[in-house]
């Protein structure tokens, strides 16, 4: 269920619904969950099931239970619209939760920050903590270790007698962490490796990890330490 | 009773009159469908093209208005007569131009109109107010009318409606909606009689209780005319001067294209028929770069090219202007070629219905002899030129057979009606139980398509927000948000296949359609080859892709999806019969199978050619893998479902994972350790006993109901695909079908639309009924299993197909660890 990794002396336990959890922060991260998406379709006629909008809080509130964090920060693109009836779900969601809320400001993220604050939510363009820069873009820098989501990454995997696949996984550089999305319904977008770039794959309940080491276009496996 | 006699005699005297001054007898065909339709009855034509359909029908339309209005030539009554139903818009102007020519002789006052995509606006406002009293039109742009508000006054007055081209329909949804336009003008057009001409089908019967309803009023005062025209057909296979050269696997054809010249040169006009876009595009590239004498005598003709330049394609065989056509399906029906002598099929046809029709594009008049060559591809293919020879003579032509049960295209139609006037729900169940898709709608499944269109789901939520339908205070079902009704009338086209995409000059000018999966492997500066250009790609923008001319030799030529044919039943019996007579002596060999000794004789190294009372199953290994190959000669589809039977019930001994390919002859289960075949056959895997429960667990089936999924995604309006030109890109659309596939899968498995996926899959690619009937059989031969050092020249051409599924039991995180290689990138 879950794989651990050590980034500038931090321990991230990365779970296998895209989740990443800062040990010693006691911090939940979770990344592009595009709620209010399937309520978005549905109101243009198009009968997504609603059961999987619930899927969303039913994972939020495990996740919650399983790690006890103090904080849960939203890498951006918390809520994927305008507001509809999805955004009180949400609203009761943050109501059960124990922990304090953060979100970091992503492109879909156009609902006013008063929102968030009336619910007690802190609402932030970016942060910098400890050794770590979190935004929602993916941002080029020297100094810190970004922490990002927005590009949904996902990797395509091919073995002998022509075995094709493709999944959601963590995207690890050498300077930056980009977390899979976290909501159901949202997609994904293939990686094209590059030397020394690692990848988390979410394999159903698993975790297995990747590593892009010398040879071009082959990845090797990196079992968990 | 004499007087009335005398009218119904003097009727058929114009029509007779008409033939005659025109320098024709007609056939005994045209007579019986006329009188039928006057004594009003509706029918089924069976009728080729070329044979004078078109007057069978329109004639009697127009005698039954002289007969009903005697002062027709003055006085006119208002409003809609009768609806021609054609699939394909090219056809519509030969169609306008047959009735145009009789209105004109008869001096009727009438208007024919054209009612489809190309329609301008102007015209379409135009036909808002007033259809016109002929109104030729395909499946879709009869929806839309549908879609119009105060619809049923506008069709009131219509007492005729023709579905041409019946067989082409009858085994997709547009012959879906085409029922379901058909059960709605029963009722709102009282006077209706409806005909279907269809070409001959094995399965004609069940055609006319498709186009009418199977137990309905219209079925029982129905008739079948047969118009027996059999047309002399010779084919000839072109062979290759040594089979040592020849290629063993899938090619273009090209090595061949010699071979041709002389054929070209010897008539008037010659059709070329290629089986992909793809392929046309470079054959015609080809013979133009190797006869460059030929430049301006000869024309490509496909689909995807502009309409006007096909229509000038079209109009240049009948002026006699072209001495050669490198053409697709795109040129399989209707239009009347004349001038074409000969035509020449480039690759296996696949299907003995669809050649026939092609070698009837030659001596395209009753009576004469149509001249076929066939021009095999690969050295395999030679024993399907061998095959068609027997099946044309024996005329064995395929079903088509009909959907049932297609929730998406039920849902299109509602909604269709709920955007126009709303609609009653138990009127219209009424109406929908009538067809032959729906004869076994359950209440239950109508009330949880209400329910869909209504709540989204089956039970109301507080929270939800879901629009479509809402129920009126009179208990109309009704589309009340512009949005969605506007959102809904583009979507009504949209029974197709893969997005197209516009490809222009950047500097302006339209040069035709290509399919976006393939623009989308496309770098900036990539050349390809398209409607005969090479073209540099610069950009995708919004729904166009700009380019500019190109200088550069070499160039990818884009293929198109629709070139995936497979061999029908019938056919693939002939061709098996045809291989077997491999082990005979030479004296009762077709041509073709003796000019295959060398072949053969390399076949046998190693293996065999099995004979009737055999099954072969090869294994080798190569850098690739294990290769197991097992040859039913069975058809692509068949194959394609026993492979993933086969590798499911494999793994069902074993933690396995496969990739697998197949063609028309044979399949392929390749994987990176060898399987035991001895233990395949031990435990009896072919069987046919548990077929649906094991089908059904193999994952491949799920790939392939995903992919039955996004067409049914899009008919149903899960997805929109956009405005016209507007352009969300079709990528959207196909990773949101996916997407939607993947939440049904996990929250809702029991909704019909998702099971409707599978539901298609086992009965229209799975082929269950001719899966088992191959099992069956199998189980009676005996199996020769060769352990080979190298591939057979039999299985070349399945071992090199990179169109592949793959299977597996086991579970992804170990699939991936074990995986020696894992490769990233690529397609």
Redesign the interface.
């Known amino acids: 269920m879950t794989y651990s990794v050590e980034i500038s002396g931090a321990t991230f336990t990365f779970h296998s619904w895209g989740a990443a959890y800062w040990e010693e922060e006691r911090m939940l991260l979770i990344s592009d969950l595009h709620l209010g998406k399937i309520m978005h379709f549905r109101k243009y006629g198009a009968a997504v099931p609603r059961l999987a909008l619930l899927e969303n809080f039913r994972r939020l509130e495990k996740l919650e239970a399983q790690f006890k964090p103090a904080t849960i920060c939203f890498l951006g693109d918390l809520f994927h619209s305008h507001k509809n009836r999805e955004w009180e779900l949400f609203q009761g969601w943050t109501y059960g939760s124990k922990a304090k809320l953060i979100l970091v400001e992503g492109n879909h993220d156009i609902l006013s920050p008063l929102l968030y604050e009336e619910l007690g939510m802190e609402v932030l363009p970016e942060w910098n903590i400890g050794p770590f820069w979190l935004t929602h873009h993916p941002a080029e820098t020297d100094q810190k270790f970004n922490i990002a989501g927005h590009i949904h990454p996902a990797v395509r995997l091919g073995g002998r007698g022509g075995q094709r696949m493709r999944l959601p996984c963590f995207y690890l550089r050498s300077n930056q962490l980009i977390l899979p999305s976290f909501g159901a319904f949202t997609g994904s977008h293939t990686i094209t490796p590059e030397a020394g770039d690692r990848f988390v794959v979410l394999a159903g309940d698993e975790l297995v990890a990747l590593e892009q080491r010398g040879k071009k276009k082959t990845l090797s496996l990196n079992q968990p330490s | 009773m004499s007087s009335e006699n005398r009218s119904y005699e003097a009727l058929l005297g114009i029509a007779e009159m008409w033939f005659r001054k025109a320098g024709w007898l007609p056939f005994p065909f045209q007579k019986k469908t006329w009188k039928a339709f006057l004594d009003g009855y509706h029918g089924l034509l069976n009728a080729p093209t070329g044979s004078g359909k078109t007057y069978a029908l329109w004639f009697p339309i127009l005698l039954h208005y002289i007969q009903q209005n005697p002062e027709y030539r003055t006085k006119k009554t208002p409003g809609l007569k009768a609806i021609w139903i054609t699939p394909l818009r090219a056809l519509s102007q030969e169609i306008k131009q047959s009735a145009e020519r009789i209105i004109a002789d008869l001096e009727i006052p009438f208007e024919v109109g054209i009612r489809t995509g190309d329609t301008s606006n102007a015209e379409r406002a135009r036909q808002r107010k007033q259809l016109p009293d002929l109104l030729i039109t395909t499946p879709e742009s009869l929806q839309l009318l549908l879609a119009s508000s105060g619809y049923p006054k506008k069709f009131a007055s219509c007492y005729a409606i023709v579905v041409d081209e019946w067989h082409e329909l009858l085994g997709s949804k547009r012959g879906v909606q085409m029922e379901l336009a058909l059960s709605r003008l029963k009722t709102v057009s009282p006077h209706l009689r409806i005909w279907g001409i269809s070409a001959t089908i094995g399965n004609l019967e069940q055609a006319r209780q498709v186009l009418l309803g199977p137990e309905s009023e219209a079925f029982d005062r129905s008739v079948m005319i047969r118009a027996d025209i059999r047309k002399d057909i010779q084919v000839r296979s072109l062979l290759p001067e040594t089979m040592e050269k020849f290629p063993w696997r899938g090619h273009l054809g090209l090595h061949m294209s010699e071979a041709v010249i002389p054929i070209i040169e010897a008539s008037k006009t010659t059709l070329l028929f290629t089986n992909t876009r793809g392929q046309c595009e470079i054959w015609f590239r080809h013979l133009l770069e190797t006869h460059p004498e030929y430049a301006g005598e000869i024309a490509m003709h496909h689909g995807s090219i502009d309409k006007d330049t096909r229509l000038w394609v079209e109009q240049a065989i009948r002026n006699e202007s072209l001495k050669a056509v490198v053409c697709t399906s795109s040129l399989d029906l209707g239009v009347d070629f004349a001038p074409v002598e000969t035509v020449v099929q480039i690759g296996g046809p696949k299907g003995v219905a669809r050649f026939l029709q092609r070698a009837g594009r030659s001596g395209h008049r009753p009576g004469q002899q149509s001249r076929i060559y066939f021009l095999p591809t690969h050295a395999i293919e030679l024993i399907e030129a061998s095959a068609l020879q027997e099946a044309v003579r024996e005329q064995a032509v395929e079903d088509r057979i009909p959907y049932l049960n297609s929730f998406d295209v039920l849902i299109q139609y509602l909604t269709t009606l709920a955007v126009s006037d709303g609609f009653h729900p138990d009127e219209i169940y009424q109406e929908v139980r009538q067809t032959f898709c729906y004869q076994t709608l359950s209440k239950e499944q109508w009330a949880w398509l209400l329910n869909?269109l209504v709540l989204?789901?089956q039970s109301l939520?507080t929270?939800?927000?879901?629009?479509?339908l809402e129920v009126l205070e009179d208990g109309r079902f009704k589309v009340t948000?512009r949005?969605?009704a506007m959102?809904?009338r583009f979507q009504i086209g949209t029974i197709v296949g893969d997005a197209d995409i516009t490809v222009r000059y950047k500097k302006g000018g339209y040069i035709g359609t290509i399919e976006e999966s393939f623009i989308s492997k496309l770098n900036r500066g990539d050349v390809f080859t398209f409607a005969g250009r090479t073209l540099e790609f610069l950009q995708v923008k919004g729904m166009q892709a700009l380019v500019r001319n190109s200088q550069a030799k070499s160039s990818k030529t884009p293929s198109w999806m629709g070139g995936r044919l497979t061999l029908s039943s019938e056919m693939s019996k002939i061709l098996r019969d045809e291989l077997y007579t491999a082990n005979l002596e030479t004296e009762k060999q077709s041509t073709e199978i003796r000019a295959l000794q060398p072949l053969f004789d390399r076949q046998r190294e190693e293996s065999i050619v099995p004979g009737p009372g055999q099954f072969l199953i090869e294994t080798f290994e190569t850098r690739?893998?294990h290769h197991h190959i097992f040859y039913p000669f069975e058809g692509r589809f068949v194959h394609e479902a026993m492979a993933s039977l086969l590798s499911y019930r494999i793994s069902l001994l074993g933690k396995a994972?496969?990739?697998l390919?197949y063609n028309d002859y044979g399949f392929e289960l390749?994987?990176?350790e060898a399987v035991n075949i001895q233990e395949v056959l031990d435990n009896n895997l072919f069987t046919a006993e548990h077929l649906i429960e094991d089908l059904q667990k193999s994952l491949n089936m799920t790939e392939m109901a995903r992919r039955k999924f996004r067409d049914i995604a899009v008919i149903s309006?899960?997805?929109?695909t956009g405005y016209p030109k507007k352009g969300i890109k079709m990528k959207h659309l196909q990773?949101?079908s996916?997407?939607?596939f993947e939440?049904?899968r996990?929250?809702?498995p029991d909704?019909l639309l998702f099971q409707q996926a599978f539901t298609e899959t086992f009965e229209h690619q799975l082929e269950e009924g001719r899966l088992r009937q191959a099992l069956e059989r199998i189980a009676t031969q005996e199996v020769v299993w060769k352990d080979c050092r190298r591939p057979t020249p039999f299985s070349f051409p399945i071992i090199t197909d990179r169109l592949?599924e793959?299977l597996?039991n086991e579970?992804?995180?170990d699939?991936?660890?074990?995986?020696?290689?894992?490769?990233?990138?690529?397609k």
Do not use: P
């Not at chain 2, 309006?717 to 929109?720: A, N, S, T």
């Not at chain 2, 699939?815 to 690529?826: E, F, K, V």
């Open positions: 869909h989204g789901s939520r929270y939800d927000e879901y629009k479509r948000n949005g969605i959102r809904h690739d893998g994972t496969f990739s390919a390749l994987s990176e309006g899960l997805v929109f990773s949101n996916q997407l939607l939440v049904f996990d929250y809702e909704n592949r793959k597996t579970k992804l995180a699939r991936i660890r074990r995986m020696t290689q894992i490769l990233t990138g690529g």
